[in-house]
């Protein structure tokens, strides 16, 4: 029998708001993966949203005097979903059932309101970078990768059991995939594609000349997804320092030059659990590939596919896991029916309006 989320059968919870250090104390992100405290990386990301001019509210929900949950709910002005700017979002859930959820969810609702706000999204787990979208509805056996939801069965339960209350109005599907180095390259050399161009690594510590052209071209030609986090120099100066973390990381960032036109960049993003736990990147969760739209429709977007495995050859790195890819995009449909690819985890995103 499904369970139900008529919270009267336990009891009423009682839902405060708390300061970040008790919220992260009792979340389960907290321990998430063995080794890694991202406590700082969380609450930095949190008050970069705020000084921004955003807000956050930190959760917790208690059910007769014990814990059983928690939720941040936040605006992140920088955060897009289907070209709207006034969307808020909700993330880092820990619940003991669907009733917990669902009553937080009420409450986050209410406090976007308060702001005249009338959608929110989630689950959007900031940082992106670390904890990603959507909860986790198949795909466990495969390995926790920084910048993909990692949740345990009951969680895609809890989620399925609010949505058949006809609670949420929409929810989208998203894919990772994992990328099969040599049947990638089997096929690449079926093509002919132009090769007139040049890839640069740039200078990590002298970042100030191409930080605002990437961020420009990442806005002008990735916001076709529902879900997008739009940035900014200062984002992408953040990240590179980051990157400093990596040996090496500068092949990881691979710009495309024309002559001496900008044409493009492939940015690998790393397993941050594993730099950030000291451990040897084997890792990736994908690549961020961008092209000015004078260049598109040339099949250049193959220069990148070559660029990354070339270079994540010589690295060692032999696992590509290509994270929060839309259900809907036609390239992710494309790689799965020529088998250079394979579906390995889903997450469902959820929509509430108010």
């Known amino acids: 029998m499904a369970e139900s989320i008529n919270l009267s059968i336990r009891s009423s919870p009682r839902i405060n708001e708390i300061p970040f250090l008790a919220f992260w104390l009792r979340s389960r992100y907290r321990t998430i993966v063995d080794g890694v405290d991202a406590k700082i990386n969380v609450r930095d990301y949190f008050e970069n949203i705020k000084s921004d001019?955003?807000?956050?509210?930190?959760?917790?929900?208690?059910?007769?005097?014990?814990?059983?949950?928690?939720?941040?709910?936040?605006?992140?002005?920088?955060?897009?979903?289907?070209?709207?700017?006034?969307?808020?979002?909700?993330?880092l859930v820990t619940a003991s059932h669907a009733g917990i959820l669902k009553a937080m969810l009420d409450r986050a609702i209410g406090i976007i309101e308060n702001y005249g706000l009338s959608v929110m999204r989630g689950p959007v787990n900031a940082p992106r970078s670390l904890f990603g979208y959507g909860v986790q509805s198949w795909g466990q056996e495969y390995p926790i990768i920084a910048g993909s939801s990692a949740d345990p069965p009951r969680y895609s339960k809890?989620?399925?059991?609010?949505?058949?209350?006809?609670y949420f109005d929409k929810r989208d599907i998203y894919y990772n995939i994992l990328q099969d180095f040599e049947k990638s390259k089997a096929y690449l050399a079926t093509m002919d594609f132009d090769r007139n161009f040049r890839f640069i690594n740039p200078d990590l510590d002298a970042f100030d000349v191409i930080a605002s052209k990437i961020a420009d071209?990442?806005?002008?030609?990735?916001?076709y997804r529902p879900d997008f986090l739009s940035t900014n120099e200062k984002r992408?100066?953040?990240?590179?320092?980051?990157?400093?973390?990596?040996?090496?990381?500068?092949k990881l960032m691979?710009?495309?030059?024309?002559?001496?036109?900008?044409?493009?960049?492939?940015?690998?993003?790393?397993?941050?659990?594993?730099?950030?736990?000291?451990?040897?990147?084997?890792?990736?969760i994908g690549d961020i590939t961008m092209l000015d739209k004078a260049y598109q429709g040339r099949r250049l977007y193959l220069n990148?596919?070559?660029?990354?495995?070339?270079?994540?050859?010589?690295?060692?790195?032999?696992?590509?896991?290509h994270a929060s890819m839309w259900e809907n995009q036609e390239a992710v449909k494309a790689s799965l029916s020529k088998g250079v690819t394979k579906l390995i985890k889903q997450f469902w995103m959820y929509e509430l309006h108010s």
């Open 158 to 166: 809890m989620y399925a059991i609010v949505e058949k209350e006809h």
């Open 53 to 91: 001019g955003g807000f956050v509210h930190y959760l917790e929900c208690n059910e007769n005097g014990k814990f059983a949950g928690s939720m941040v709910v936040y605006r992140d002005l920088l955060y897009r979903s289907y070209q709207r700017d006034n969307v808020a979002c909700f993330g």
């Open 236 to 250: 992408v100066k953040a990240a590179v320092e980051m990157y400093k973390l990596v040996p090496g990381a500068e």
């Open 304 to 321: 990148f596919s070559e660029y990354y495995m070339d270079i994540l050859s010589k690295f060692g790195c032999r696992y590509l896991e």
């Open 254 to 284: 691979g710009l495309l030059y024309d002559g001496d036109i900008f044409a493009g960049a492939v940015i690998m993003q790393p397993d941050w659990f594993q730099v950030l736990s000291g451990r040897p990147l084997t890792q990736l």
């Open 217 to 223: 071209m990442m806005n002008l030609t990735l916001n």
